[in-house]
């Protein structure tokens, strides 16, 4: 077993040259290449770390821009509603006031129908009535039921207390006219007499009297001074007739209206 | 018979010869250099690359990361020298599984060659790095009476690098043609198996203990 030392330094030559021969054809590209990737890589990882670093701060902002979106709907959506609610509450007010104010033309309707109604029904009673009368007066119509009315005018005269004696009274002091005596037929001079003294008994003074024929009276008589006025007809009657009848008419209205 | 490729000569003039243990290097290296050129001709830095460039890369990995697991910082500076003795001798050793096949390292030329090139390169990195005067002043470490145990720690394990590696596969060839002349069938190829094994472990012996030395000479300024 000998070393050959010509081989020795051959093998050292060849070793070297391999050495150098695999640097160039397998250790360097073999290296390069692996760098090469690492840093390509590396540079995608940082391209993704940055992509996912920018996607974040999308996602952050799209986020804020969602949030701020709800809160802006929420606001609108509020407003919305507050504004309905007040639109609500002001259409219900005008619908109010316009059922108030309708319901008080209503009111006022029916009041001038039932005033219309009733001066209709007066009107026709006091038609109806005065034809009647007239007509049944004038058929009886006599000596006897004229006396009989000065009678009753006279005696009411007499029995007038001392409050309405002043107060008829001071009115005939007041006027500057004479008294108004109006009568639905016409008085004989006895008659005109008659009541002539007697009013110059109640009030105690002599007054001058104006004498005058109102048919419409219907058998009546009535004294007017100034803001005084004693009467007797059967108007008076009639009158109290219509007046009974406009109070039920009224009552029966005002019942229709609170049911409706 | 014949214990080394050496003593196969095929050309001989004076002094000069050329034996099998050339020619097999340079086969081997014609090998290793043509298939490298080969595979590197097109290498991708792509994510996606060829079944080849990938074997490759792996096994310069590999050798990176031994390199540095033992303590090389820079790896990429001593991989062309230590790879190339892993390779070198892990492909000569590989090889023995084809017939007639006679391993260089199975020649005390070729290992003591490659013993002197650890030998050499032990210097030339450790002067490289910290120059001339700390190098040498480390043969003086711990003290000066340490200089010729030093000197002889450097000659000794030349040596045995060189005989470790030519004894081991030396052994089994000649165990394999032993074996042959008594059970010709079986225990061959057992051996021969064995011989694969041994001869991967050198090669990783070899260099680890190459990179071992190279290390620390390059850390002389770290340990002082």
């Not at chain 1, 000998?2 to 070297?16: E, G």
């Not at chain 1, 005696?155 to 009115?171: I, M, P, S, Y």
């Not at chain 1, 007499?193 to 219907?218: D, M, R």
Request: proline fraction near 3%; glycine fraction near 4%; include cysteine.
């Amino acid at each position: 077993m000998q070393i050959d030392w010509f081989t020795v330094v051959a093998q050292i030559l060849n070793f070297l040259i391999l050495v150098g021969l695999l640097r160039r054809f397998l250790y360097q590209p073999i290296l390069n290449a692996i760098d090469a990737r690492e840093k390509k890589i590396a540079s995608q990882l940082e391209e993704a770390a940055s992509k996912k670093e920018e996607a974040e701060k999308e996602k952050e902002l799209f986020l804020h821009k969602n949030e701020d979106f709800d809160r802006a709907k929420m606001e609108l959506m509020k407003k919305a509603h507050d504004d309905s609610e007040q639109k609500r509450l002001q259409l219900l007010e005008e619908a109010r006031n316009e059922a108030s104010t309708m319901r008080t033309q209503l009111v006022k309707t029916t009041m001038e129908a039932h005033h219309s109604l009733k001066q209709e029904i007066q009107e026709k009673v006091h038609r109806e009535v005065f034809a009647i009368t007239q007509k049944m007066l004038s058929d009886l119509a006599s000596m006897d039921l004229e006396d009989q009315t000065i009678k009753v005018f006279l005696g009411r005269l007499k029995t007038l207390n001392e409050a309405e004696k002043r107060q008829f009274l001071e009115a005939f002091q007041s006027s500057s006219t004479p008294i108004l005596v109006r009568s639905a037929f016409d008085l004989p001079e006895k008659k005109r007499e008659e009541i002539e003294q007697t009013v110059s008994q109640v009030i105690g003074v002599q007054a001058h009297f104006l004498f005058k024929t109102v048919p419409e009276l219907v058998s009546g008589i009535e004294l007017t001074t100034k803001g005084y006025k004693l009467a007797w007809s059967i108007a008076e009657y009639l009158h109290a007739l219509e007046k009974n009848i406009a109070e039920t008419a009224i009552e029966k209205s005002k019942t229709v209206f609170d049911k409706t | 018979m014949k214990l080394s490729p050496d003593e196969t000569v095929f050309w001989e003039y004076g002094y000069i010869h050329i034996n099998l243990t050339m020619v097999t290097t340079w086969a081997l290296m014609a090998m290793m250099v043509i298939s490298s050129g080969w595979i590197t001709r097109n290498l991708k830095s792509d994510i996606r690359i060829s079944r080849w460039q990938l074997i490759l890369e792996i096994i310069v990995i590999m050798i990176n990361n031994q390199i540095k697991e033992i303590g090389l910082e820079k790896p990429e500076r001593y991989i062309a020298f230590i790879g190339t003795l892993f390779l070198f001798i892990g492909l000569a050793n590989i090889c023995m599984i084809f017939p007639f096949y006679q391993a260089p390292t199975g020649s005390l030329s070729t290992t003591a060659g490659l013993a002197i090139c650890v030998f050499l390169s032990v210097p030339y990195y450790g002067i490289r790095k910290n120059g001339l005067l700390a190098y040498l002043q480390s043969y003086l470490k711990p003290t000066f009476i340490m200089l010729p145990f030093n000197l002889i720690s450097e000659v000794s394990r030349t040596l045995a690098l060189a005989v470790r590696l030519f004894g081991n596969i030396m052994s089994g060839g000649m165990i394999v043609a032993i074996l042959l002349t008594i059970a010709p069938f079986i225990f061959p190829v057992v051996m021969s198996m064995l011989g694969l094994l041994t001869g991967i472990v050198q090669a990783y012996i070899f260099s680890v203990l190459a990179t071992v030395y190279i290390a620390a000479a390059i850390r002389i300024k770290a340990i002082a």
